[in-house]
């Protein structure tokens, strides 16, 4: 499903209160740097269509399949920092603020990206990322209203690092063909559906645990988020663990792959 980034920010704030009281529109703008509470109550609209939260008793909740979804995103965010964060801290935070190009709070950046933050204070990895970006970066990074976003001489110090170290960087169009569109989530989840539908009727005399095959093949559909590449790599590492551990036999595990496979080809065309 796709959640965009102000909406993102509001799931991720309700993830690390992990209050049972729940929380309303008010504090969630007041702690998470939204400008008024309508706007806060409007972004909510698109978690509850997608389960991802639910306003009840006066009080909005974040729901199990919220936390989910947040833990997998921030999961794989992480892991694309992680590419280069060991080695190259400023060109790992500048790609970050450079990609998601919008003002971001400091609870909004990865906890990789604090982690790793070069020591220059006593104090905690929050801290050293702010003073990274308020001293160090001052010249590439401004914070209108306590969030951090790149100023044109930021934009064009990663775009410099780009090219020095021979990175390519993605044109919109690039991006467009390594993520999912909508078309894309649907021609995939309509294949996984098909697949289960016809390994349903292999249960009886196959070595195939119908249950554990269906939530491993379920939860694909739930990382659209992750892009193209990682997600199928993501399916072949599913199938390995599932053969690994006898889930399914050598030749349901060869049938998944050959029904599936084709729709991802086209897709990564």
Known sequence: MEILPPSRTVLKYLYKQREEKGNVYGNIAHHAGFKTWEEVKELCKTLYDNGL???KNERIFITDEGRLWIERYMEAQEDR????????????????LYELDQPLAVDDFPEVLKEEAPKYTNGSS??????ILEI???????NPQNKYELKVAGRKR????????????NSPQDQANTTFSEQ????????????????????TGHEIIWTDMKEELDELKEMYHLNKKNWRQLLTGKITEMLAGGIVSEAISKKIVDSIN???EKLLE
């Open 126 to 131: 929050a801290y050293n990322l702010i003073h």
């Open 81 to 96: 920092i992680r590419e280069y964060v060991y080695d190259d801290y400023e060109f790992a935070l500048l790609r970050f």
């Open 136 to 142: 160090e970066f001052r010249s590439y990074v401004h």
């Open 53 to 55: 939260a639910e306003w």
């Open 184 to 203: 894309d989530k649907n021609d995939l989840s309509n294949k996984i559906d098909k697949v289960l539908s016809e390994l349903e009727k292999l249960q």
């Open 158 to 169: 990663f775009e410099h690092l780009v090219k020095s170290k021979g990175v390519q960087l």
């Open 262 to 264: 084709p729709t991802i």
